[in-house]
């Protein structure tokens, strides 16, 4: 798999049936190693080692309804309260992180209302603040660290 714009971590990798699978630590199961999930994976990994977010504190691919249509998303990130604090999206190393996506993720974000957005194709990162009560946005150089 292509290397990433995250920090060096040591993902559990394993071939089974000639398809190559990788651990999810949330999750707690093995999922198909495709590009997209290569991004995921690093992305928890960045969320739990680097800005210290405890596991039990994310929640991965959960499903959401917007005007009855099923949605996914990759990943929340929950306060103590657990209230989201931050939306991710992730997408393939081989996709733009477009208008189209950041529409996507605010349209997730309408429900959750977390107050940060961070999308990546494990390439770029784009990271947003947002005050819903404005209704304005920010984008930052970095995502905030876990306040334990």
Same mark, same amino acid.
């Given at each position: 798999?292509?290397?990433?714009?995250?920090?060096?971590?040591?993902?559990?990798?394993?071939?089974?049936?000639?398809?190559?699978?990788?651990?999810?630590? %949330?999750?707690?199961? +093995?999922?198909?190693? $495709? /590009? =997209?999930?290569? &991004?995921?994976?690093?992305?928890?990994?960045?969320? *739990?080692?680097?800005?210290?977010?405890?596991?039990?504190?994310?929640?991965?691919?959960?499903?959401?309804?917007?005007?009855?249509?099923?949605?996914?998303?990759? %990943?929340?990130?929950? +306060?103590?309260?657990? $209230? /989201? =604090?931050?939306? &991710?999206?992730?997408?393939?190393?081989?996709?733009? *992180?477009?208008?189209?996506?950041?529409?996507?993720?605010?349209?997730?974000?309408?429900?959750?209302?977390?107050?940060?957005?961070?999308?990546?194709?494990?390439?770029?990162?784009?990271?947003?603040?947002?005050?819903?009560?404005?209704?304005?946005?920010?984008?930052?150089?970095?995502?905030?660290?876990?306040?334990?």
């Amino acid at each position: 798999m292509q290397k990433l714009n995250f920090p060096e971590y040591d993902l559990k990798l394993k071939k089974q049936n000639g398809k190559w699978l990788i651990f999810d630590p %949330i999750r707690k199961k +093995n999922y198909i190693l $495709t /590009p =997209e999930e290569w &991004v995921r994976q690093h992305t928890l990994q960045y969320l *739990i080692h680097d800005k210290n977010y405890p596991e039990n504190l994310i929640a991965v691919e959960k499903e959401l309804h917007i005007n009855q249509t099923k949605r996914r998303f990759d %990943i929340v990130v929950f +306060n103590r309260r657990m $209230t /989201p =604090e931050i939306l &991710v999206e992730c997408k393939a190393p081989s996709v733009q *992180i477009t208008q189209k996506t950041f529409d996507q993720a605010n349209q997730y974000n309408w429900l959750l209302k977390a107050p940060y957005l961070f999308l990546t194709n494990g390439l770029k990162h784009y990271i947003c603040q947002i005050n819903f009560e404005a209704n304005q946005f920010k984008f930052l150089t970095k995502l905030p660290e876990n306040r334990r």
